[in-house]
C-alpha cells in the first residue's frame, strides 16, 4: 500500500512539472531556441543527460571543496583565547621578530668599505716629476749655490734640508727616479687618517682598490700620523750608500704625502643591502596537530601571524587538490563516455539518461549521508545504486560505474575499509544477478548474501591487522548496509518502471510469473491463444539467444503479444475449438477489421497493465503491415468487392523496429502455419519456414528492425532446430507379457 502511494506521489510530480515545462514551451516571450525539454524524446533525454552529468559534476566538485575547505580560528590581539589552537596541517612559518634581529645584527657586524685610491697616488707622482723638471732646469740657469738653493726654495719650500744640501743638476737627475720609488712604494700601501684607525677598534673594516676592487691587507696600511717617520725609514733602505741625501729626500717627498685611504658610504650601502638581498630567513616547522596556542594564552602578534601563514597554506594545498581533483573526475567521465560508446550504449539514449540520472542520484544521497551522517558512512546505500544500474542500463554499465564511485568516492573516505565494503558487495551481487531478479529476494538469498559479505570483510579487517573491537564495529554495520541498500534499490527501480513506462528483468520476471492476473486471463479466456503464446514465446526465446537479443524481453514479448485477443477470442481460429466459425457469415473487410482491431486492444491493454513501453511497441509490431491474406484472396473471390484496395487488408503497422519485435512477427506467424502442418512431413515444415521468411523480406516487413541477414538465418535455423526437436516421436514400448489374458 505505501509503495503504490509513493508512486502515486512521484508520477503526480512529474505530471506537475510536465504541465509545467507545458507551459513555459507555449509562452513565446523569448528568441531562444534551445529549449531543455523538447517535444522529440530523444532530443529531450540527450539534453537532461547532459545537464544531470553537468549537476553530477557539480556536487562532486561542491562537495570536494567543503571537505577539503577547513576553517581558520579568528582571533583578535590581546584578546585570551578560549580553546587549544591546533595546526590543521603541516606548514612552515616563518618568526619575523626573531628574523629581524638576526638580520640587524648581521647589518651591525656587516664591514664598513674603504677605498684605496690608485689615482691619488699616481697624481702626487705626476706632480713630483713636474717639479722635479722645474727643479732640473732652476740647477741649470743658476751658476751659483746659493743661487740653486733658492730656486728650490721656491718649489719645494723653505727646509733646512734643502738648504743644506748643496744640490747639483745631474746629482738631482740621478735621485728623482728614487723619488718616483719611494713615492710609489708609500700610496702602493695607502695612507689612512687617524679616524680609521679609531673606528678599527669596534667595526669590522674592509678596504679594496678603487680601480681593480682587489682586496687589500689593513695591516699594511700607513696612518698619516706615522706616514713622515714611515717616509724616512724608507729613504734610508733605499739611499743606504748615499746618506748625505736622506734629509734632502726626506724634505721633498713629505710634500707629496696625502692620504689615499677613504671611507665608501655609496659601497657600504650597497654591502648591506646585499646582506639584506642575501638574508634567507629561518623557518620553523609546524606539524599537523600541534598546538598552535594554548587555552587562556594572550593573543599576541606571533600567534596571529602563525594562524595567518596556516590560512595561507590551507587555501593553497585547497586549490590544488581542487584542480587535481577536477582533472581526474573529468578525465574519469571521459573514460566512462569512451567506455559506454565502445560497449553501444552511445546509440542508446536510454541508457545514457538513465546512466547520467543515477549519478546525480547516487552523488546526492551520498552528499546528505556525507554532511549529516558522516558517522556512519558504513550505512551509505551504495548497492541501491548498483542494483538501478544493472536493471535499468545492462551488466556491463553496473560494472563500469560501481567501479566508477568506488574510485571517486576514495577521494572522500580515505578510509580503505569503505571501498572494499562497496566493492565487495557490488561484485557479489553482479556475480549473482540470477538470485535478484525477483521483485522482492528470499530471505535465504539475502541471508547467504548478507553472510558473504560479512565474511569477506572480517577477512579485509584481518588482512589489515585492525583490532577485533575494532572490526566489529564496523561489521555492525553492514546488515544495515545490505538491508538498506536492497529496500532502496528495488523501491527506486519499481518507481523508475512506473514513472518512466520501461521494463526492467524484474518486472519482466514477474511478467512471466502464472500470477500475473492478465495472464491468468489470458489463460481462461483465450486458452488457445495462450498455448499460441506459449510456443511463440519459447520461439522467440531460443532465436533472440542465437543473435544477442534480449532473450528475457523475447519471452515476455511472445507471451504478450497476442493479449488483445481477449476482448473477442471467438473471432480467432485458435479459440474456435466447437462450434462454426465466426468469420463465415462477415464481410472479408469485416474480419479484417476485428483481426486488426486486436493489435489495439492489446496496446490499451499493455497501457492499462503498464507493461513498459517496449511490451507494448511488440504488442503493435508483431504484424508489421503484412498482408491478411486469407480475407484478402476471399474479397478478390467477391466481384462486388474485390475493387478495394489491397492496403485495406494490411495491418496498420508499423513495421517491428527491434530484434526482439522482429523475431516475435516472424515466430507469431511461423507457429500458425507449422500448428497446421503438424502431421505433415518435417521437409514440408521446414520448406513452409522458409517461405514465411522469404516473404516478409520480399515484402519490406524487416527493413526497419535492426536485424542482418546472418541474424535472419540464424532465427530461421533455431526455429527449424525448435521444431525439428518438438516432432520427435515417442518409443513405442511392448505390452507386458502376460498382462491381457
Same mark, same amino acid.
Given at each position: 500500500?505505501?509503495?503504490?502511494?509513493?508512486?502515486?506521489?512521484?508520477?503526480?510530480?512529474?505530471?506537475?512539472?510536465?504541465?509545467?515545462?507545458?507551459?513555459?514551451?507555449?509562452?513565446?516571450?523569448?528568441?531562444?531556441?534551445?529549449?531543455?525539454?523538447?517535444?522529440?524524446?530523444?532530443?529531450?533525454?540527450?539534453?537532461?543527460?547532459?545537464?544531470?552529468?553537468?549537476?553530477?559534476?557539480?556536487?562532486?566538485?561542491?562537495?570536494?571543496?567543503?571537505?577539503?575547505?577547513?576553517?581558520?580560528?579568528?582571533?583578535?590581539?590581546?584578546?585570551?583565547?578560549?580553546?587549544?589552537?591546533?595546526?590543521?596541517?603541516?606548514?612552515?612559518?616563518?618568526?619575523?621578530?626573531?628574523?629581524?634581529?638576526?638580520?640587524?645584527?648581521?647589518?651591525?657586524?656587516?664591514?664598513?668599505?674603504?677605498?684605496?685610491?690608485?689615482?691619488?697616488?699616481?697624481?702626487?707622482?705626476?706632480?713630483?716629476?713636474?717639479?722635479?723638471?722645474?727643479?732640473?732646469?732652476?740647477?741649470?740657469?743658476?751658476?751659483?749655490?746659493?743661487?740653486?738653493?733658492?730656486?728650490?726654495?721656491?718649489?719645494?719650500?723653505?727646509?733646512?734640508?734643502?738648504?743644506?744640501?748643496?744640490?747639483?743638476?745631474?746629482?738631482?737627475?740621478?735621485?728623482?727616479?728614487?723619488?718616483?720609488?719611494?713615492?710609489?712604494?708609500?700610496?702602493?700601501?695607502?695612507?689612512?687618517?687617524?679616524?680609521?684607525?679609531?673606528?678599527?677598534?669596534?667595526?669590522?673594516?674592509?678596504?679594496?682598490?678603487?680601480?681593480?676592487?682587489?682586496?687589500?691587507?689593513?695591516?699594511?696600511?700607513?696612518?698619516?700620523?706615522?706616514?713622515?717617520?714611515?717616509?724616512?725609514?724608507?729613504?734610508?733602505?733605499?739611499?743606504?750608500?748615499?746618506?748625505?741625501?736622506?734629509?734632502?729626500?726626506?724634505?721633498?717627498?713629505?710634500?707629496?704625502?696625502?692620504?689615499?685611504?677613504?671611507?665608501?658610504?655609496?659601497?657600504?650601502?650597497?654591502?648591506?643591502?646585499?646582506?639584506?638581498?642575501?638574508?634567507?630567513?629561518?623557518?620553523?616547522?609546524?606539524?599537523?596537530?600541534?598546538?598552535?596556542?594554548?587555552?587562556?594564552?594572550?593573543?599576541?602578534?606571533?600567534?596571529?601571524?602563525?594562524?595567518?601563514?596556516?590560512?595561507?597554506?590551507?587555501?593553497?594545498?585547497?586549490?590544488?587538490?581542487?584542480?587535481?581533483?577536477?582533472?581526474?573526475?573529468?578525465?574519469?567521465?571521459?573514460?566512462?563516455?569512451?567506455?559506454?560508446?565502445?560497449?553501444?550504449?552511445?546509440?542508446?539514449?536510454?541508457?545514457?539518461?538513465?546512466?547520467?540520472?543515477?549519478?546525480?542520484?547516487?552523488?546526492?544521497?551520498?552528499?546528505?549521508?556525507?554532511?549529516?551522517?558522516?558517522?556512519?558512512?558504513?550505512?551509505?546505500?551504495?548497492?541501491?545504486?548498483?542494483?538501478?544500474?544493472?536493471?535499468?542500463?545492462? /551488466?556491463? !554499465?553496473?560494472?563500469? *560505474?560501481? @567501479?566508477?564511485?568506488? =574510485? $571517486? +568516492? #576514495?577521494?572522500?573516505?580515505?578510509?580503505?575499509?569503505?571501498?572494499?565494503?562497496?566493492?565487495?558487495?557490488?561484485?557479489?551481487?553482479?556475480?549473482?544477478?540470477?538470485?535478484?531478479?525477483?521483485?522482492?529476494?528470499?530471505?535465504?538469498?539475502?541471508?547467504?548474501?548478507?553472510?558473504?559479505?560479512?565474511?569477506?570483510?572480517?577477512?579485509?579487517?584481518?588482512?589489515?591487522?585492525?583490532?577485533?573491537?575494532?572490526?566489529?564495529?564496523?561489521?555492525?554495520?553492514?546488515?544495515?548496509?545490505?538491508?538498506?541498500?536492497?529496500?532502496?534499490?528495488?523501491?527506486?527501480?519499481?518507481?523508475?518502471?512506473?514513472?518512466?513506462?520501461?521494463?526492467?528483468?524484474?518486472?519482466?520476471?514477474?511478467?512471466?510469473?502464472?500470477?500475473?492476473?492478465?495472464?491468468?486471463?489470458?489463460?481462461?479466456?483465450?486458452?488457445?491463444?495462450?498455448?499460441?503464446?506459449?510456443?511463440?514465446?519459447? /520461439?522467440? !526465446?531460443?532465436?533472440? *539467444?542465437? @543473435?544477442?537479443?534480449? =532473450? $528475457? +524481453? #523475447?519471452?515476455?514479448?511472445?507471451?504478450?503479444?497476442?493479449?488483445?485477443?481477449?476482448?473477442?477470442?471467438?473471432?480467432?481460429?485458435?479459440?474456435?475449438?466447437?462450434?462454426?466459425?465466426?468469420?463465415?457469415?462477415?464481410?472479408?473487410?469485416?474480419?479484417?477489421?476485428?483481426?486488426?482491431?486486436?493489435?489495439?486492444?492489446?496496446?490499451?491493454?499493455?497501457?492499462?497493465?503498464?507493461?513498459?513501453?517496449?511490451?507494448?511497441?511488440?504488442?503493435?509490431?508483431?504484424?508489421?503491415?503484412?498482408?491478411?491474406?486469407?480475407?484478402?484472396?476471399?474479397?478478390?473471390?467477391?466481384?462486388?468487392?474485390?475493387?478495394?484496395?489491397?492496403?485495406?487488408?494490411?495491418?496498420?503497422?508499423?513495421?517491428?523496429?527491434?530484434?526482439?519485435?522482429?523475431?516475435?512477427?516472424?515466430?507469431?506467424?511461423?507457429?500458425?502455419?507449422?500448428?497446421?502442418?503438424?502431421?505433415?512431413?518435417?521437409?514440408?515444415?521446414?520448406?513452409?519456414?522458409?517461405?514465411?521468411?522469404?516473404?516478409? +523480406?520480399?515484402?519490406?516487413?524487416?527493413?526497419?528492425?535492426?536485424?542482418?541477414?546472418?541474424?535472419?538465418?540464424?532465427?530461421?535455423?533455431?526455429?527449424?532446430?525448435?521444431?525439428?526437436?518438438?516432432?520427435?516421436?515417442?518409443?513405442?514400448?511392448?505390452?507386458?507379457?502376460?498382462?491381457?489374458?
Amino acid at each position: 500500500m505505501w509503495m503504490s502511494s509513493v508512486t502515486n506521489w512521484y508520477r503526480r510530480l512529474s505530471k506537475l512539472i510536465s504541465m509545467r515545462m507545458q507551459t513555459v514551451k507555449s509562452e513565446k516571450t523569448s528568441n531562444i531556441t534551445f529549449r531543455l525539454f523538447s517535444d522529440d524524446e530523444f532530443v529531450r533525454r540527450r539534453r537532461l543527460t547532459v545537464l544531470f552529468t553537468i549537476l553530477f559534476a557539480i556536487l562532486n566538485i561542491y562537495l570536494f571543496y567543503k571537505e577539503n575547505t577547513y576553517t581558520v580560528d579568528r582571533v583578535s590581539l590581546r584578546e585570551v583565547v578560549k580553546e587549544n589552537i591546533p595546526a590543521r596541517i603541516d606548514f612552515q612559518w616563518v618568526d619575523k621578530a626573531q628574523n629581524e634581529a638576526r638580520l640587524r645584527e648581521r647589518l651591525d657586524n656587516a664591514p664598513k668599505v674603504y677605498l684605496l685610491d690608485e689615482d691619488i697616488g699616481e697624481s702626487e707622482k705626476k706632480r713630483l716629476s713636474n717639479d722635479i723638471a722645474l727643479a732640473k732646469k732652476a740647477l741649470s740657469d743658476e751658476s751659483t749655490a746659493e743661487g740653486r738653493t733658492e730656486a728650490l726654495h721656491k718649489i719645494w719650500g723653505t727646509q733646512d734640508g734643502l738648504t743644506s744640501a748643496r744640490m747639483k743638476p745631474d746629482q738631482l737627475n740621478t735621485l728623482s727616479a728614487i723619488f718616483l720609488n719611494v713615492l710609489d712604494a708609500i700610496y702602493r700601501k695607502g695612507i689612512i687618517g687617524e679616524r680609521f684607525f679609531l673606528e678599527s677598534s669596534t667595526i669590522p673594516v674592509e678596504i679594496r682598490k678603487k680601480n681593480d676592487n682587489v682586496l687589500v691587507d689593513r695591516d699594511s696600511l700607513i696612518f698619516s700620523t706615522e706616514a713622515a717617520d714611515y717616509l724616512r725609514s724608507l729613504i734610508k733602505r733605499y739611499l743606504e750608500a748615499d746618506r748625505q741625501y736622506v734629509d734632502f729626500t726626506y724634505y721633498v717627498l713629505k710634500n707629496y704625502l696625502r692620504e689615499n685611504v677613504y671611507f665608501s658610504e655609496e659601497l657600504t650601502k650597497k654591502r648591506a643591502e646585499s646582506i639584506r638581498g642575501n638574508f634567507v630567513p629561518e623557518t620553523v616547522t609546524i606539524n599537523k596537530g600541534e598546538i598552535i596556542a594554548q587555552k587562556g594564552q594572550i593573543v599576541d602578534e606571533t600567534l596571529v601571524d602563525k594562524l595567518h601563514k596556516m590560512e595561507e597554506k590551507l587555501k593553497n594545498v585547497v586549490t590544488l587538490r581542487l584542480i587535481g581533483f577536477m582533472f581526474t573526475l573529468f578525465f574519469m567521465l571521459a573514460v566512462i563516455f569512451l567506455l559506454m560508446r565502445q560497449q553501444g550504449y552511445w546509440t542508446n539514449i536510454q541508457k545514457i539518461f538513465f546512466w547520467s540520472l543515477i549519478n546525480f542520484l547516487f552523488f546526492l544521497t551520498f552528499s546528505l549521508f556525507f554532511v549529516f551522517m558522516k558517522f556512519s558512512l558504513y550505512a551509505f546505500p551504495f548497492l541501491a545504486f548498483v542494483i538501478m544500474a544493472y536493471f535499468l542500463i545492462d /551488466l556491463k !554499465g553496473a560494472l563500469i *560505474s560501481s @567501479v566508477f564511485w568506488v =574510485v $571517486l +568516492l #576514495a577521494a572522500f573516505s580515505p578510509d580503505f575499509r569503505f571501498s572494499a565494503l562497496w566493492l565487495l558487495s557490488s561484485m557479489l551481487f553482479l556475480a549473482e544477478t540470477g538470485h535478484f531478479r525477483l521483485r522482492i529476494p528470499t530471505l535465504s538469498t539475502l541471508l547467504k548474501y548478507l553472510t558473504f559479505v560479512l565474511l569477506s570483510l572480517f577477512v579485509v579487517e584481518l588482512a589489515a591487522g585492525r583490532p577485533l573491537r575494532e572490526s566489529l564495529s564496523v561489521l555492525i554495520w553492514v546488515p544495515v548496509y545490505v538491508m538498506l541498500s536492497f529496500a532502496l534499490g528495488y523501491l527506486l527501480v519499481y518507481l523508475f518502471e512506473k514513472v518512466h513506462n520501461i521494463t526492467t528483468e524484474v518486472s519482466l520476471n514477474a511478467l512471466l510469473s502464472w500470477e500475473n492476473p492478465l495472464l491468468r486471463q489470458l489463460m481462461s479466456v483465450a486458452p488457445g491463444t495462450y498455448r499460441h503464446s506459449l510456443v511463440v514465446s519459447e /520461439l522467440s !526465446g531460443d532465436a533472440a *539467444s542465437a @543473435v544477442g537479443a534480449d =532473450v $528475457l +524481453l #523475447a519471452k515476455v514479448g511472445g507471451l504478450y503479444h497476442d493479449v488483445g485477443k481477449i476482448k473477442r477470442p471467438d473471432y480467432f481460429i485458435e479459440n474456435q475449438i466447437y462450434g462454426p466459425n465466426r468469420h463465415d457469415n462477415l464481410l472479408p473487410l469485416m474480419s479484417v477489421r476485428i483481426l486488426k482491431n486486436h493489435v489495439e486492444e492489446g496496446v490499451l491493454l499493455g497501457r492499462k497493465n503498464r507493461l513498459g513501453r517496449r511490451l507494448t511497441a511488440i504488442i503493435r509490431e508483431h504484424h508489421g503491415t503484412s498482408l491478411i491474406q486469407y480475407f484478402y484472396q476471399k474479397n478478390q473471390k467477391d466481384n462486388k468487392h474485390k475493387h478495394l484496395d489491397e492496403k485495406y487488408f494490411r495491418y496498420d503497422g508499423p513495421k517491428p523496429s527491434g530484434k526482439e519485435s522482429a523475431i516475435i512477427f516472424l515466430a507469431d506467424k511461423v507457429e500458425a502455419v507449422t500448428r497446421l502442418l503438424y502431421n505433415s512431413p518435417f521437409h514440408h515444415v521446414q520448406e513452409r519456414i522458409n517461405r514465411i521468411f522469404e516473404e516478409a +523480406l520480399l515484402d519490406g516487413q524487416l527493413d526497419v528492425c535492426d536485424l542482418t541477414l546472418r541474424d535472419v538465418h540464424a532465427v530461421r535455423e533455431a526455429f527449424i532446430e525448435y521444431f525439428r526437436g518438438s516432432r520427435h516421436k515417442r518409443i513405442e514400448y511392448p505390452k507386458e507379457i502376460g498382462g491381457n489374458d
